[in-house]
């Protein structure tokens, strides 16, 4: 029996437990079992991996030098600093990226800042990369599990500082790289935020050019690094960036952050401000933004021919979700709001559902899927 499925609408309807202290309740526990030494919480771990975990080698993938056990990941915003980073692959997820972290600390934007869109399967968040800043998360990746192995490949999400003029973003940028350029597995220029002041702004061509340059130049161990783009841009911005892409190397691109769109949303009024989602600024992540997700991640396949790998964003909640992305053109996908909302068990879930397509498709691998509803 999936027990948060009984929990959830305790938590969501009943309670109704402010968003953003559930998570941070979430992440200060899955800290706790990352850390203490207590025999339970070793027990507890081992049950975790017992139940969410899927070890199946049509599951796995090499990437940039890197092995995926599964292309399942948590996206960027739920682990901001980092102090879970060792659980991840206990609940069955085949990588995470931590982040989004800034070179300065900043406590992100005033409070209400999340909220659940539970008719859309949505969620609207504003929360401005609070975040501790980079140099506390080198300390802590150091001090973690620097030496200690990893089962998992574990990505870092690197944002502007809201106290930094664009005209010096670049820099901005270059300096949180240069801390944790030794303790990320990849690296991720975010861009496509909608809640830090001007910075969708650069993902003009010539203001990511500046940074993706100064990155690569920094660059000498050839740490893959990725832009994270936003759904709402125009055809002919993502070739631009595609463009980009090929010029500064990038391993590949992910596809997409939240949206700034409304368009059909069914909440009309979100309870903590009595406000419309219209109203209220901030991006909309979960089932609103899939459809545009996929298909920004099949115009990108389309335009590279699959020579630019794809990381797929945006509204996976089930296998079939997972797949479209896949097919679409995705080598790996991400999860924040699905998780959020079907809980610990949706991993294992969509992973087993993968492996009955790839039957249903005659298919020995998840490599062999990526991109083939393109030939059709």
Avoid at 158 to 163: A, E, Q
Avoid at 310 to 332: N, P, Q, R, Y
């Amino acid at each position: 029996m999936d027990f948060y499925q009984v929990i959830r609408p305790v938590l969501f309807n009943v309670i109704k437990a402010d968003p953003e202290w559930l998570h941070q309740q979430t992440i200060s526990t899955l800290s706790w079992l990352s850390h203490t030494r207590n025999p339970s919480a070793h027990w507890v771990n081992r049950r975790l991996q017992k139940s969410l975990c899927l070890q199946d080698p049509r599951l796995e993938q090499n990437l940039w030098g890197l092995r995926f056990p599964n292309p399942l990941g948590l996206a960027a915003g739920f682990d901001k600093d980092g102090v879970a980073a060792k659980i991840w692959s206990s609940l069955g997820f085949g990588f995470a990226e931590l982040g989004t972290v800034t070179f300065v600390p900043q406590p992100g934007n005033p409070r209400p800042r999340l909220f659940r869109l539970p008719l859309d399967q949505a969620a609207l968040n504003r929360m401005g990369f609070n975040n501790s800043g980079a140099a506390a998360m080198a300390t802590r990746l150091s001090t973690d599990y620097q030496d200690l192995g990893r089962t998992i490949p574990i990505g870092v999400n690197l944002g502007k500082s809201k106290v930094t003029p664009l005209e010096e973003a670049a820099e901005d940028y270059l300096h949180s790289f240069r801390l944790l350029k030794d303790l990320g597995d990849y690296f991720v220029v975010n861009v496509s935020s909608p809640n830090t002041p001007g910075l969708r702004s650069l993902q003009d061509a010539a203001m990511l050019s500046t940074i993706l340059e100064l990155l690569q130049q920094e660059n000498e161990t050839q740490k893959p690094v990725f832009v994270k783009i936003a759904p709402d841009l125009t055809w002919e911005a993502i070739a631009d960036i595609i463009s980009l892409a090929k010029t500064y190397q990038l391993a590949g691109i992910i596809a997409t952050n939240t949206t700034i769109s409304r368009d059909r949303l069914r909440t009309q009024v979100i309870e903590q401000t009595g406000k419309s989602p219209q109203e209220e600024p901030g991006g909309i992540s979960g089932a609103p933004v899939r459809d545009r997700s996929t298909e920004v991640i099949r115009y990108i396949w389309q335009q590279t021919q699959g020579t630019i790998p794809i990381i797929g964003v945006g509204g996976i909640f089930t296998a079939h979700d997972a797949w479209e992305k896949i097919t679409a053109g995705a080598s790996l996908i991400q999860v924040y709001t699905g998780w959020i909302y079907q809980g610990p068990m949706m991993v294992r879930r969509i992973l087993e559902g993968l492996l009955l397509e790839l039957e249903k498709h005659q298919l020995n691998s998840i490599t062999e899927a990526v991109g083939i509803n393109n030939y059709s």
